[in-house]
């Protein structure tokens, strides 16, 4: 038999007021016969109905449905058990299939209701069950979206409370019109675009989509619009040090670009995007210009508050982790903003074949989305699916608060807890089925108002936090009226401990420098005056023996000197000499033409130092600065590598 049965006669179909018509003509004195020929009623129908009718209260015509007829479970506990997973569900803990068909073979053995013998040998209620207990209370399997703890539980009546306040606080004491309550925000585009579907062979198993790359790089655009349904033109900030103006070619037209090295906002990148603002919307102290934003901290700074104090600008912050509800931009904007984005740069991937796309080409796709995104429709909406404007602070319903409950704590100082009374625990859905009651186990408690009637609340309840809150030296960040005088003095304190907190890390940090300069220079001083043996690179300081001036120093004696000998070679700088080993060349009356050598690094203490020949290090110098004449070297040989590098046998 099929799972959805579909009707292919009539019978059984006849209203139940026709047929108590014609039951009532037949108890007149006609027959069976000819009523149900007149009234074109089943005779086998119409008979059966007028003998049941006389033993008891029909309701309905025909059988009764299988489905009804073999239900595990009564009306009232099944509503019941739908109600409770769907509280699940919107406390974002919903269970999955295989639990609930747990759960329902759980709340049948808690109430001594009987079931199919397949529920037990499997351990949980039968797929049919199931498919048709979906059915008949609007329930269905969804992949839910995975949602953070800190999004689900601060979207919550207190601090949305807390928002619409401070709202209601700067709309009735600056009265802004429509056209001057404004929100910003920024969200990033990259130069990889995400694929959407495409037409295909049916039952292949992998479907493919050219993109310009694996990750893409970055670009933030900002943007601003007010509740009238207008935008401000767009700000870009590009991942590069230096900003060049093609950077902006096909943008809206109006915007303005900028670079920082990640290409993420920062505090002096917003002061920038204010004085934009100010120009475009022409604010001022007479004109003022309401501004919600969120708290990220870029957005909070001295230079941004300073300009807004000056430009009439009024800054309201919404709580941390309710952007998704709050801010109109994320509401209704900027879901169609990505969408359109991806269509333009998709376009241009399969217009420019094999071509790689950078981010020249973002300004021309943001363009193309900005126009069809930020629609007066999509950006009114935003305002008024937030309860910004229209003002309504009731915008959002109980349910939307639900996955909140969760972490909502009773005050312990109003509420102390009473003596006695042990906490509650939450019941696990066990795999074994208890045993039933001895007292009620002829009977089935199938009602709700049973006495003993196990709920399915009983044995899952509703999630909730029993750990307390911990207590950390963070500051709590909430909705704020930025330029409120007593908030501005807040944020000045916090700049200014900040500023000699990172004063007194830097002076500590080239204390610890200076420090380990002089005694590296120390220890490099100790290294160089210790045996020839030891691992002193070249160049190295002078030595005491040649630590005399010049007039006092005796000549050294070099008169033998020819070419194809190594010598110490002195050069002095301002402070210092420096001693190399070069291999002469050339020399004329009283100057020499050396190429010279350079330590090769890593060699331990243990072993002779060992030197190589660098290209292009040749110098000229004059015949007094040689100060040694060197024996003639070994190579260390072994490979032709080796065969460059030269050990000197003293």
Not at 58 to 63: A, N, R
Not at 436 to 453: E, I, K, L, W
Request: charged fraction near 25%.
């Amino acid at each position: 038999m099929p799972r959805t049965y579909r009707r292919k006669t009539s019978w059984g179909s006849t209203p139940l007021e026709e047929i108590e018509r014609a039951a009532s003509e037949v108890k007149g004195g006609k027959s069976i016969r000819s009523v149900a020929k007149e009234r074109q009623i089943d005779r086998s129908t119409l008979r059966r109905y007028i003998k049941k009718r006389d033993t008891q209260e029909v309701k309905s015509v025909g059988y009764s449905g299988t489905a009804s007829a073999k239900r595990v479970f009564s009306e009232e506990v099944e509503k019941e058990l739908a109600e409770h997973i769907k509280k699940l569900a919107e406390q974002f803990h919903g269970i999955s299939p295989k639990k609930c068909r747990e759960l329902a073979l759980e709340l049948a053995g808690r109430n001594n209701i009987p079931t199919p013998s397949n529920w037990t040998e499997k351990g949980l209620a039968g797929k049919e069950w199931f498919k048709n207990f979906l059915a008949r209370h609007h329930l269905s399997c969804r992949m839910p979206e995975a949602t953070s703890l800190g999004r689900a539980t601060a979207f919550n009546k207190t601090t949305v409370g807390e928002f619409f306040d401070n709202l209601a606080k700067v709309i009735d004491r600056y009265k802004f019109p429509p056209n001057m309550i404004f929100n910003v925000d920024e969200t990033g585009v990259t130069t990889v675009q995400t694929p959407k579907q495409v037409v295909a062979e049916k039952g292949k198993k992998q479907v493919g989509s050219i993109t310009s790359a694996e990750r893409g790089e970055l670009v933030t655009v900002v943007c601003a619009v007010n509740a009238t349904g207008n935008a401000v033109p767009p700000m870009f900030i590009f991942p590069r040090v230096r900003y060049k103006d093609h950077f902006i070619a096909g943008a809206p037209p109006g915007s303005i670009g900028t670079t920082t090295r990640s290409g993420w906002i920062s505090e002096d990148v917003f002061v920038v995007f204010l004085e934009h603002l100010v120009q475009q919307t022409k604010c001022s102290p007479d004109l003022p210009l309401l501004l919600i934003m969120d708290n990220h901290e870029a957005h909070i700074s001295l230079k941004a508050l300073d300009i807004a104090k000056t430009s009439g600008i009024v800054m309201l912050t919404i709580p941390p982790h309710t952007s998704h509800r709050l801010q109109p931009l994320d509401k209704c904007v900027y879901g169609p903003f990505k969408t359109y984005y991806n269509r333009a740069l998709d376009g241009w991937m399969r217009s420019n074949p094999g071509k790689t796309a950078s981010i020249y080409q973002i300004a021309g796709c943001v363009n193309d989305a900005f126009m069809s995104a930020m629609t007066p429709r999509n950006i009114s909406s935003g305002f008024r699916a937030t309860g910004i404007f229209p003002y309504n602070r009731d915008i959002f319903s109980d349910a939307e608060f639900e996955p909140s409950m969760v972490s909502d704590r009773p005050n312990l100082e109003q509420q102390p807890a009473a003596e006695g009374v042990a906490p509650v625990v939450s019941a696990s859905l066990s795999a074994e089925l208890p045993s039933p009651d001895p007292v009620h186990a002829c009977g089935s408690r199938s009602d709700p108002n049973h006495a003993r009637y196990v709920s399915p609340t009983d044995i899952l309840p509703l999630p909730k936090s029993q750990q307390p809150r911990k207590q950390t030296n963070r500051k709590r960040v909430k909705t704020r009226i930025l330029t409120d005088t007593p908030e501005k003095q807040a944020i000045e304190r916090a700049h200014e401990e900040k500023t000699n907190k990172l004063k007194g890390k830097k002076e500590i940090i080239h204390k610890k420098q200076g420090m380990w300069k002089r005694k590296q220079t120390q220890t490099k001083i100790a290294v160089e005056s210790s045996s020839e043996e030891s691992d002193v690179p070249i160049p190295f300081e002078d030595t005491s023996e040649y630590e005399s001036s010049s007039d006092e120093r005796s000549e050294p004696d070099v008169s033998d000197l020819v070419v194809g000998d190594f010598v110490i070679v002195r050069f002095a700088s301002k402070s210092r000499s420096h001693h190399y080993i070069g291999l002469v060349d050339s020399f004329a009356d009283n100057e020499v033409s050396a190429r010279f050598l350079r330590r090769i690094r890593g060699i331990t203490s243990s072993k002779k130092p060992t030197f190589v020949f660098k290209e292009n290090d040749e110098a000229s110098f004059p015949r007094k600065d040689v100060l040694k004449k060197l024996p003639q070297p070994q190579q260390a040989g072994g490979t032709a590598r080796r065969e460059q590098q030269f050990i000197f046998p003293c």
